[in-house]
């Protein structure tokens, strides 16, 4: 069995990387920790004993699921970078 | 002042949702030293030896006594490309052929054997061992990916002519539905394994498990085209830069 010590490791930078992805401001930060993110989801099935679910989990989501997410970052146009003031989000 | 207040409104539930789920995920999952199998569970696991020949009671699940599931997920995949290659279609997009350096090209060439290799491995011992055909369908569309990354996507389109792609997609598709007939035509039903006459061989050997092998490699064949014609899809638009989505999509 495995030790549990490490799987509270796991599960933590599980949720600190799905709030890195999902509060990232950029883009491409966010991409890079949902990559991060199943990753270790694909080390936790392992370890949970489902080994189909880990290698689709790892190939999907390292694989091609974050290149078709940098190619459609590439794609789109950026919006120039945000100053000091937010009034833009203050407004809404 | 007040934005930052706003957001650590947001920020606070989103956190204790987290953990909470996160908590009874570890609770559910990892406490319990000693699975309760329920009844279908248990089913599978003492009979899928004999019932279907298959060592990965996932594979035989997938591919036997859910194999009709495993039709519609390929048929979700193949609407889903047929959409995204009429979007993208068109000869006004220009195709790159610079790629990267000298020794990122020789040492890609090197490696591209090992990941054919790995994934046809994954597709022939679906039924023996981890892994199956999406999965190693997947590893098969990586290798688009990295020609369209190293090579550019000219020398992707030489190599793998995306018409043949189509074809091989629709012809595993169409292999996976005439496989399925046979099992009709044999009394036991639509993708019936082993009651349709298949023979199912000694589990644990290269060839068991009657029709599962045979579905694994149509399901590879078919996820690896379809995701390749995607990703080679959505890069030819990328290499165009006048092209791109209308500026109004980024005014909301």
Redesign the interface.
Known sequence: MMSLPFLIFLHLFLVLAALAASEARDMLSAVIALSVFGILLAIVFALLQAPDVALTQAVVNSGLVTSLFLVAYSQTRKRPPRGPSRKDEDSL | M??TSSRLIH?IP??LL??GI?FF??RG??LP?FPHLGSTAAHYVTHTASETGAS?V??AILFDYRAFDSLGEATVIYTTVCGVALLFAGRRYRSSRRGLSFVVKRGMALMVPFILLYAST?VLMGHLT???G??GG??L??IT?LFC?VYGSRFEAAQINPNKKEMAESFAGLFFVGLGLVGLLGGAGFLANLRAGFPGGTPGELLSAGTIPFLNIAVGLKVGAS?ST??YS??K??EAPSE??P?EV?SS
């Open positions: 007040t934005f920020r989103a956190l987290s953990l996160g995920l570890w999952l990892v030293s990965n996932v594979a994954i981890p892994g199956g999406f999965q997947v590893i569309a990586t990916v990354i995701l995607l990703f959505m890069i638009i990328l791109g989505p500026p980024f």
